[in-house]
C-alpha cells in the first residue's frame, strides 16, 4: 500500500502529516511511504531527511495517480479534491461536523474520507491516535507563551537591585486539554494561577498543577456526554459572564479555551467585562472563530488593543505557529490510526469497530457516519450517494 505525505496549503498551515521517523514504523505492515516534493518544508524537514529515512519525493501528479491513501493535516483543497480517485483514500482532520459538505463531496467522488477528529478520545487503546489532544496540548502551550509576550511585564516574582515585580496573575477559562496546558505552561514562567471549567472533574485537574480553582456560586455543573461540557440556558450563560466578570478583573491575564462540541464557542468575556480590566491586561482567546470566541471583539489572527488598553489576541490555528512539536505529535497520532486500519497491506474498512465508526466518513460512494450524514441535505429522490440517517 502507497501512503503519500501531502503539502498542506491552507494558508499560514506549516504543520506536515508524517515525519521521516514514522516511515520505518509503517513499512512492516506493508506500507511505503511517497512524500510531495517540500512537504516538510515548514517544518524544517527537508525532502533529504524523507528520503533517507526511505520515503519516495515525488510530485504531487504522481501522489494523485498512484497514492493509495492521501495523509494531511487539515482539509484538502479543492484542486487536490478535484485530483483524487474512486477508491483512494484521504486520512486528516477534516472537520466533518463542521464541514459536511467535504465528506459529501468526497463519497461523490468515491473517496474514502477517515477523519482523526471523530475517534472515540476515552478508549484507552484509542490514546495513540487522538489528534486533537496532541494538537489542543500544543496550542494551550503557545496560548501561555502568546500572552507573556505580549504582557508588558514579568510572569514570575523577580527581586533583584531594580526593584521587585510582583507575579502576574493568569486565569485560565476553561480546563479541557489546552486549559490544562496553559495553566502547567503559566506556572512553570512563574505566573500565580487559577483556572476555571463547567464540569466539576476539572477541579482536582487545575488544583493538581499548583493552580486554584475559581468556583461560581451562580453555575452548577454543566458536564455533558463523553466528558465534555453542555451548552448553558441563556440564564445560565448569564449569570457565568456576570459573575465572570468579578474574577477577570482581579487578573492580569486571561487565557480562555471554552468549547463546546458541534456549538460555537461560548461567551465569557463581554465588552463590559473588557472595560473593567486595567490598562496592560491581556486576553488571549483560544476559541476565536469566525462565528465569535469566548471574547466579545476577538477575530481570528488579530491581535487589537481596546480604549481602555487591554489587549485582546483572537488565536488562529496555534498549532501550525510550533510546526515541528504539533507535526512530531500528529505524525504519531496518524500512523497508530494507519496502522490501526490496515491488514495485509491494505485498508480493512470496518464500522463496526468502535474506532472505525468514529473515524470513517465516507465510503464506497456513501457518507456511512451516521452524525453527518444527517448535516448534509438529503435528495428528494435517490442516487447522491449520500446515505441518510437510519429511521
Ligand atoms: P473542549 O476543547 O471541547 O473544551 C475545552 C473546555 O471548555 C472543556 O474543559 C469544557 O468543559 C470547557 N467549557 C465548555 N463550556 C464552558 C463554559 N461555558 N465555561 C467554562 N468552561 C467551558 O475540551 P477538550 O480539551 O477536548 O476535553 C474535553 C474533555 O475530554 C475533558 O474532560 C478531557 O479531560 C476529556 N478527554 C479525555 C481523554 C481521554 O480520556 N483519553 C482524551 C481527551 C480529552
Redesign the pocket.
Known amino acids: 500500500m502507497k501512503a503519500a505525505v501531502v503539502k498542506e496549503t491552507s494558508p499560514g498551515e506549516r504543520r506536515v502529516a508524517l515525519v521521516p521517523d514514522a516511515i520505518a514504523k509503517l513499512r512492516p505492515a506493508g506500507i511505503d511511504v511517497l512524500v510531495e516534493t517540500g512537504a516538510g518544508d515548514g517544518a524544517w524537514l527537508a525532502d533529504s531527511v524523507y528520503a533517507d529515512a526511505g520515503a519516495s519525493i515525488v510530485s504531487a501528479a504522481e501522489i494523485y495517480r498512484t497514492a493509495d491513501v492521501i495523509l494531511t493535516v487539515t482539509r484538502p483543497s479543492a484542486a487536490a479534491i478535484s485530483e483524487l480517485r474512486e477508491g483512494q483514500a484521504v486520512i486528516g482532520m477534516l472537520a466533518p461536523l463542521v464541514d459536511p459538505e467535504l465528506a459529501a463531496t468526497l463519497a461523490a467522488r468515491g473517496v474514502t474520507a477517515i477523519s482523526l477528529d471523530g475517534l472515540p478520545?476515552?478508549?484507552?487503546r484509542?490514546?495513540a491516535m487522538?489528534a486533537?489532544?496532541s494538537q489542543?496540548n500544543v496550542a494551550g502551550y503557545k496560548a501561555a507563551l502568546v500572552a507573556a509576550g505580549e504582557f508588558g511585564r514579568f510572569f514570575p516574582l523577580l527581586i533583584t537591585a531594580a526593584g521587585t515585580a510582583r507575579p502576574a496573575k493568569v486565569l485560565v477559562?476553561?480546563?479541557?486539554?489546552?486549559?490544562?496546558q496553559a495553566i502547567g505552561t503559566a506556572r512553570r514562567l512563574g505566573a500565580v494561577v487559577s483556572g476555571?471549567?463547567?464540569?466539576p472533574?476539572?477541579k482536582s485537574?487545575v488544583e493538581s498543577l499548583g493552580a486554584t480553582f475559581v468556583e461560581l456560586t451562580s453555575?452548577s455543573s454543566?458536564?455533558?456526554e463523553?466528558?465534555?461540557?453542555?451548552?448553558?440556558t441563556a440564564g445560565?450563560?448569564q449569570a457565568?459572564q456576570e459573575e465572570?466578570s468579578g474574577h477577570i478583573a482581579r487578573h492580569d491575564v486571561v487565557i480562555t479555551?471554552?468549547?463546546?462540541?458541534g456549538r460555537r464557542?461560548?461567551l465569557?468575556v463581554t465588552e463590559d467585562t473588557v472595560k473593567a480590566m486595567a490598562p496592560g491586561s491581556v486576553i488571549v482567546d483560544m476559541?476565536a472563530s469566525a462565528l465569535g470566541g469566548?471574547v466579545t471583539g476577538s477575530h481570528p489572527g488579530q491581535t487589537v488593543v481596546t480604549g481602555n488598553g487591554v489587549t485582546i489576541v483572537g488565536a488562529d490555528n496555534l498549532p501550525a505557529t510550533m510546526p515541528t512539536a504539533a507535526s512530531n505529535a500528529y505524525s504519531r497520532n496518524i500512523s497508530a490510526l494507519l496502522l490501526h486500519l490496515t491488514r495485509d497491506g491494505a485498508l480493512a474498512i470496518d464500522t463496526s469497530d468502535e474506532i472505525q465508526a468514529g473515524v470513517v466518513i465516507a465510503h464506497d460512494g456513501k457518507i456511512v457516519h451516521e452524525a453527518v450524514a444527517s448535516l448534509v441535505p438529503q435528495p428528494t429522490q435517490g442516487g447522491s450517494g449520500v446515505d441518510g440517517p437510519s429511521d
Do not use: F, K, M
Not at 121 to 124: A, D, G, K, V
Not at 226 to 232: F, M, P
Open positions: 478520545r476515552t478508549l484507552s484509542a490514546q487522538d486533537l489532544s489542543s477559562l476553561g480546563a479541557g486539554v489546552a486549559g490544562l476555571y471549567d463547567v464540569r472533574a476539572a485537574e453555575v454543566a458536564a455533558g463523553g466528558g465534555y461540557a453542555r451548552e448553558l445560565e450563560r457565568q465572570l479555551t471554552a468549547q463546546v462540541p464557542p461560548p465569557l476559541g469566548n
